[in-house]
């Protein structure tokens, strides 16, 4: 230890002097509060003795153990992948010309207050696709490689010979080649046809290989027709996808699209073999309108990456001015000796980067057992008590609408607790450092 | 020219050549992908705040780059002329100022008498500064809110002030003890061989010497009052 300076009588004169002010503040606002809460926390609402029954509520109460299990999921999640983020940004940008630019983009959420970050994260994660930027990317990207159909919902007219299971429509009864099969359908979404679309017509009559059919919307708007006939300005439904499968078979013997009058043929039929014609569900999917981010089961997901978007940022810090501390003469030495950038990376950087990792670790895991800003935020109503943690449930026992101080301060008691292996560590730290 | 410098400089084959390219090509493609992404929600803000809230309830912002029509100032001027979008502005500086102001003066006080004056006990105090780094605010709420309550600041200016000064004071003691310790001891024992007193050596030694280092720490830390205080 570094001993130096006047050790006259003055001396804790002077020292008290100095810390006065601090010790004053932090006693009044921090260290009397810690007891006080202590206290508190062993009487009920009204502020009689009830000798621990708020910490067997704590444990038993389904609300407050829910926002106990978020926090451990929240520890057990966030600070790994953080500083996962961090070690790897910080060492891939150390390789790049614009690093100085990719870490001040990475940092930058950090200036950023945790209130705007949970507003600007929960209109990225906005249900709606035209509105939240990661719906916008899920249903592009789904109807690049699953299109949406065309008449989703349709049903078959009650009364016709074909039936709909599993999302397809099928004929009812078998139908050899040769045959006609229409599918009058009904419940098509308003809004589909239009003024002067096409007409659905009768298909021409099958030959001895063929099954032909006509699929049309069997409805007229402003009433009229006849049910199960064509005619009367009935909309085709068109580019239909439809299928011969032979009877106890689900592998189509023939496929035909249908055309602008709701026309199909099947050709290459054995004239022997009875087939179900089927439309395949594809015709009918509903469409896709994103993932509920915000629902209850991924609003955890979200509100931890909005985290990690905003403390990777610090990691990286952290981890870049580790990076600078260690010794270099090491890695280039590995590299001559012919290893491999991944085994220079967890061989060397990694070991000698570990005290600065436990530093970041110790840190992160501080911070997440205190998230409170973000919880508040992102979840709405439905949402909220999924996402639930102790320091929001704190909140909300004492002050937000259950003002029950004695269980608030039970909560605020078991969140210090928590930290406690924290602040041990730290204080070892400091000592093994004198 | 530059067939000349490639066969001079790199002494790997092609294909050794064509790897390390890749290998650095993936290095940029992941790290500009990653740039993006962190970027997006930033982005995305700042244009919303160019948009009216009809586009905005209707449309994603990325449509505006498509239809730079929709782009206008309508929000900012609202926001200048809104007495309570500046009245909330200047709480914030009226919090944050101080905030900062009291934090730094205490902070670097604890800090000097922390590792400059020999005194009983010290390392007992830097300990529990120590401990209280990572105590949750939480666990001041009811207590404080009473206390404030008593002394009739509760939910005003000065009781916000204070409370984060509060929390914000042991991690800038440790700051600042950590800082000044790197101040050379030959200047402080020179100025105590002249007789300096310790508040002449702090505030003509050993802050003037310690001070850049404490306003970077703090301008980098200056959203956090803002930051928590508003949900609070």
């Given at each position: ?11 804790g004169?002077?020292?008290?002097a100095?810390l006065?002010?601090?010790i ?5 606002l ?18 009689s ?6 910490y ?12 106990i299990?978020?926090?451990i999921i ?8 953080c ?14 010309k ?6 001040l ?6 200036a ?17 696709p ?11 990207v789904?109807?690049?490689?699953a299109?949406?159909?065309s ?16 999302g ?14 229409d ?5 098509i ?7 002067g ?5 009768k298909?021409p009559?099958?030959k001895?290989t ?5 699929v049309?919307?069997?409805?007229v708007?402003?009433g ?15 580019r239909?996808?439809v299928?011969?499968l032979p ?5 189509a013997?023939?496929?035909a ?6 026309r ?27 993932v509920?981010?915000?629902?209850p ?25 580790g990076?600078?501390a ?12 012919g290893?491999?950038?991944?085994q ?56 937000g609408?259950g003002?029950d ?23 070892r ?6 | 020219m530059?067939i ?22 993936v ?22 705040s ?11 912002w ?8 929709q ?35 205490i ?13 009983r ?21 009811i207590?404080v ?19 984060h ?12 003890r ?17 007789g ?9 030694v ?13 301008s ?13």
């Amino acid at each position: 230890m570094r001993r130096r300076g006047s050790s006259s009588n003055s001396a804790g004169k002077f020292a008290m002097a100095f810390l006065a002010p601090a010790i004053v503040l932090l006693g009044a606002l921090v260290v009397y509060p810690i007891f006080y809460t202590a206290i508190r926390s062993l009487f009920d609402a009204r502020g009689s003795f009830n000798a621990g029954a708020n910490y067997v509520d704590m444990f038993t109460q389904a609300d407050t153990l829910g926002a106990i299990l978020h926090n451990i999921i929240w520890v057990l999640v966030a600070p790994i992948v953080c500083t996962v983020l961090g070690l790897v940004f910080a060492v891939l940008s150390e390789r790049v010309k614009w690093k100085t630019a990719f870490k001040l983009i990475v940092f930058m959420p950090m200036a950023i207050s945790m209130l705007a970050a949970g507003v600007i994260f929960r209109s990225v994660f906005q249900e709606n696709p035209k509105v939240g930027v990661a719906n916008a990317i899920a249903v592009t990207v789904h109807d690049a490689f699953a299109p949406s159909s065309s008449y989703p919902g349709a049903q078959p007219r009650p009364n016709a010979d074909i039936v709909k299971t599993d999302g397809a429509v099928r004929s009812k009864s078998a139908v050899q080649a040769g045959e006609t099969v229409d599918f009058p359908l009904v419940a098509i979404q308003a809004g589909t046809f239009e003024k002067g679309d096409p007409v659905a017509t009768k298909a021409p009559a099958a030959k001895a290989t063929q099954i032909t059919g006509t699929v049309w919307s069997d409805f007229v708007l402003g009433g009229g027709g006849t049910p199960n006939q064509l005619g009367d300005g009935k909309n085709s439904l068109i580019r239909v996808t439809v299928e011969a499968l032979p009877a106890g078979s689900t592998k189509a013997a023939a496929t035909a699209l249908t055309d602008d009058h709701g026309r199909f043929t099947l050709s290459g039929l054995d004239p022997g073999t009875s087939y179900t014609v089927e439309l395949p569900s594809s015709n009918f999917r509903e469409p896709f309108n994103g993932v509920p981010w915000l629902g209850p089961q991924l609003i955890n997901v979200v509100v931890i990456l909005s985290y990690v978007w905003i403390w990777a940022g610090f990691c990286m810090v952290m981890v870049g001015s580790g990076l600078t501390a260690i010794d270099r003469s090491l890695l280039e030495a590995a590299r001559t000796d012919g290893a491999n950038e991944w085994q220079v990376f967890s061989r060397i950087t990694v070991p000698q980067l570990a005290p600065v990792l436990v530093v970041i670790l110790v840190t992160l895991i501080i911070n997440v057992l205190k998230i409170f800003d973000l919880v508040y935020v992102i979840p709405p109503g439905t949402s909220k008590p999924a996402a639930n943690v102790i320091a929001v449930q704190m909140w909300n026992v004492s002050f937000g609408g259950g003002n029950d101080q004695g269980l608030g301060s039970a909560l605020s008691i078991f969140l210090l607790v928590l930290v406690l292996p924290a602040i041990i560590l730290n204080v070892r730290r400091f000592r093994s450092q004198r | 020219m530059t067939i000349d410098t490639g066969s001079v400089k790199a002494p790997r084959t092609l294909a050794q050549r064509i790897l390390g390219f890749l290998g650095h090509g993936v290095v940029h493609v992941v790290l500009i992908i990653v740039a993006v992404i962190w970027l997006v929600p930033t982005v995305g803000l700042l244009v919303s705040s160019f948009r009216t809230s009809t586009d905005s309830a209707g449309s994603g912002w990325w449509t505006a780059f498509l239809k730079p029509a929709q782009l206008t100032f309508e929000n900012y001027a609202s926001l200048v002329s809104d007495t309570a979008a500046l009245g909330a502005l200047g709480n914030s500086l009226l919090i944050t100022l101080p905030t900062t102001i009291l934090v730094v003066v205490i902070g670097s006080l604890a800090g000097y008498a922390l590792s400059w004056i020999e005194f009983r006990g010290r390392d007992w105090v830097l300990i529990g500064i120590i401990v209280l780094l990572a105590v949750p605010l939480q666990v001041a709420f009811i207590p404080v809110a009473g206390l404030f309550r008593s002394l009739g600041i509760f939910g005003s200016v000065i009781g916000v002030v204070l409370f984060h000064t509060a929390f914000g004071l042991p991690f800038a003691v440790f700051l600042m003890r950590n800082f000044f310790g790197q101040v050379p001891a030959e200047l402080l024992e020179a100025s105590r061989l002249d007789g300096a007193s310790e508040w002449r050596i702090f505030t003509r030694v050993v802050l003037p010497l310690g001070l850049p280092a404490v306003a970077s720490s703090r301008s980098s830390s200056s959203s956090g009052p803002g930051t928590t205080c508003s949900s609070r």
